[in-house]
């Protein structure tokens, strides 16, 4: 993050004094170790930011890694909504590898420290990763509107989803260029800027101060607002659609059972000896097709609304900084400095939130996840967790042939 004020009034030593005094041999080191030591060197409470970062980095690049090899791996979970999962954590490992490092020492040097080219290149990679997962999950949430909505109108297939990933690389990649044309590399102190790059900052030229506000409001509203709102408006339908008993056929079969389980009892016991008809069993699949349904969207809803809550941070503050122009003149600097430098951090935290929520809300992922952790480290306790793990798929499996039995006697009552 760039200086907001100029460095005499940073470092205490006043410009006019330097100029009208001769400077001793020694006076430009001896200045560059003051910087370093009383300003850039990391405070106290920076090093517990480092320490985030570097939890974030690790957690980001593991959980992603992880995430890629069990689609990898598993034929069966080579879904279209696993397709895009995958294209997201390759956003992610690609924002966590190249950009975090570098906006890590940025955020605690308060200095670019690696040249003109990289100055162009990293912004924009960040922001392609943005564009990515934003497209991302607009595509994910018009897949599973389509599917739970409206299926009759569009097949979504493996194939498809390659394409779609394809096309939002190459439109992220297109649309982001201007970033990389407007970032330049510049030093606050131009007389050392061949002994040093401290004090150099990464920041972004205009011709006009009319471009940035079009530049930046454009880039909210398409990378942010708009998505969201669409986003939102999808999952609210598939929301209704699949706990507000809107499947023909589905809950309202069974709730019309369950509201009068007195007068099927004769019938259940006749159900249980025999073998339940076709129709029944059509709707067995239909109930485990709504379940899986609803465990997905809950994921993807969750999903969607830790990336709302990250990003939005940065998404503000960038507005009022590069729209309104705030911050330039600010009197309290530190603490606008903690503002962006969470809101850096939260975007990239982010990246590490996605791989814990499919561990938590996706059983098959889950299971991946085990099973690379249990090849990596053997030593776990592997007699136990197996004999546990039979236990739990023996009382699985108990539990579901029970309710296959409740459910198929209740739909062979309720059906002709």
Same mark, same amino acid.
């Given at each position: 993050?760039?200086?907001?004020?100029?460095?005499?009034?940073? $470092?205490?030593? %006043?410009?006019?004094?330097?100029?009208?005094? %001769?400077?001793?041999? =020694?006076?430009?080191?001896?200045?560059?170790?003051?910087?370093?030591? &009383?300003?850039?060197?990391?405070?106290?409470?920076?090093?517990?930011?480092?320490?985030?970062?570097?939890?974030?980095?690790?957690?980001?690049?593991?959980?992603?890694?992880?995430?890629?090899?069990?689609?990898?791996?598993?034929?069966?979970?080579?879904?279209?909504?696993?397709?895009?999962?995958?294209?997201?954590?390759?956003?992610?490992?690609?924002? $966590?590898?190249?950009?975090?490092?570098?906006?890590?020492?940025? &955020?605690?040097?308060? !200095?670019?420290?690696?040249?003109?080219?990289?100055? +162009?290149? #990293?912004?924009?990679?960040?922001?392609?990763?943005?564009?990515?997962?934003?497209? $991302?999950?607009?595509?994910?949430?018009? &897949?599973?509107?389509?599917? #739970?909505?409206? %299926?009759?109108?569009? +097949?979504? *297939?493996?194939?498809?989803?390659?394409?779609?990933?394809?096309?939002?690389?190459?439109?992220?990649?297109?649309?982001?260029?201007?970033?990389?044309?407007?970032?330049?590399? !510049?030093?606050?102190?131009?007389?050392?800027?061949?002994? *040093?790059?401290?004090?150099?900052?990464? =920041?972004?030229?205009?011709?006009?101060?009319?471009?940035?506000?079009?530049?930046?409001?454009?880039?909210?509203?398409? *990378?942010?607002?708009?998505?969201?709102?669409?986003?939102?408006?999808?999952?609210?339908?598939?929301?209704?659609?699949?706990?507000?008993?809107?499947?023909?056929?589905?809950? !309202?079969?069974?709730?019309?059972?369950?509201?009068?389980?007195? &007068?099927?009892? =004769? =019938?259940?016991?006749?159900?249980?000896?025999?073998?339940?008809?076709?129709?029944?069993?059509?709707?067995?699949?239909?109930?485990?097709?709504?379940?899986?349904?609803? +465990?997905?969207?809950?994921?993807?809803?969750?999903?969607?609304?830790?990336?709302?809550?990250?990003?939005?941070?940065?998404?503000?503050?960038?507005?009022?900084?590069?729209?309104?122009?705030?911050?330039?003149?600010?009197?309290?600097?530190?603490? #606008?400095?903690?503002?962006?430098?969470?809101?850096?951090?939260?975007?990239?935290?982010?990246?590490?939130?996605?791989?814990?929520?499919?561990?938590?809300?996706?059983?098959?992922?889950?299971?991946?996840? +085990?099973?690379?952790?249990?090849?990596?480290?053997?030593?776990?306790?592997?007699?136990?967790?197996? !004999?546990?793990?039979?236990?739990?798929?023996?009382?699985?499996?108990?539990?579901?042939?029970?309710?296959?039995?409740?459910?198929? *006697?209740?739909? $062979?009552?309720?059906?002709?």
């Amino acid at each position: 993050m760039e200086p907001s004020a100029t460095p005499g009034a940073q $470092t205490g030593v %006043p410009a006019g004094s330097r100029q009208a005094s %001769p400077r001793p041999p =020694d006076y430009e080191d001896e200045f560059l170790r003051y910087l370093w030591r &009383d300003y850039l060197y990391p405070k106290q409470y920076e090093w517990v930011l480092i320490a985030a970062y570097v939890a974030v980095f690790l957690v980001a690049l593991v959980g992603n890694t992880l995430v890629c090899l069990a689609v990898w791996r598993n034929h069966h979970m080579r879904t279209v909504t696993n397709y895009f999962i995958v294209n997201l954590s390759l956003a992610d490992v690609l924002v $966590t590898a190249i950009c975090l490092p570098a906006s890590l020492l940025v &955020d605690i040097t308060e !200095s670019w420290l690696f040249g003109h080219a990289l100055c +162009k290149v #990293i912004p924009y990679l960040q922001a392609v990763s943005v564009s990515v997962v934003v497209l $991302t999950l607009s595509s994910i949430a018009l &897949d599973r509107w389509y599917a #739970i909505c409206h %299926p009759l109108l569009f +097949k979504s *297939t493996a194939r498809r989803a390659r394409g779609s990933i394809l096309g939002i690389w190459a439109v992220s990649l297109a649309v982001m260029v201007p970033q990389a044309a407007v970032m330049e590399c !510049s030093s606050v102190l131009p007389e050392l800027a061949n002994r *040093t790059r401290l004090l150099s900052v990464c =920041d972004e030229r205009w011709a006009d101060d009319l471009y940035p506000k079009i530049y930046h409001s454009c880039f909210f509203i398409v *990378t942010y607002l708009a998505p969201l709102g669409l986003m939102a408006m999808a999952y609210f339908q598939i929301f209704r659609k699949l706990w507000g008993r809107q499947i023909p056929g589905t809950t !309202s079969a069974l709730v019309r059972n369950w509201k009068r389980p007195s &007068d099927q009892l =004769d =019938d259940q016991g006749q159900g249980l000896s025999s073998e339940p008809q076709p129709r029944a069993r059509a709707f067995l699949a239909e109930v485990k097709q709504m379940r899986a349904r609803r +465990k997905t969207a809950k994921m993807l809803m969750v999903v969607l609304l830790v990336f709302a809550l990250c990003y939005l941070p940065i998404s503000v503050l960038n507005v009022l900084k590069r729209v309104f122009g705030m911050f330039r003149q600010a009197s309290d600097r530190e603490a #606008i400095y903690a503002c962006f430098t969470f809101s850096h951090w939260l975007v990239y935290a982010n990246s590490a939130a996605n791989p814990i929520i499919y561990n938590f809300l996706s059983g098959k992922f889950r299971e991946q996840f +085990k099973a690379a952790f249990s090849c990596c480290l053997p030593g776990l306790g592997p007699r136990s967790s197996a !004999s546990h793990k039979s236990l739990s798929l023996q009382s699985r499996c108990s539990v579901s042939k029970v309710s296959e039995h409740v459910v198929l *006697t209740s739909v $062979t009552t309720v059906l002709p």
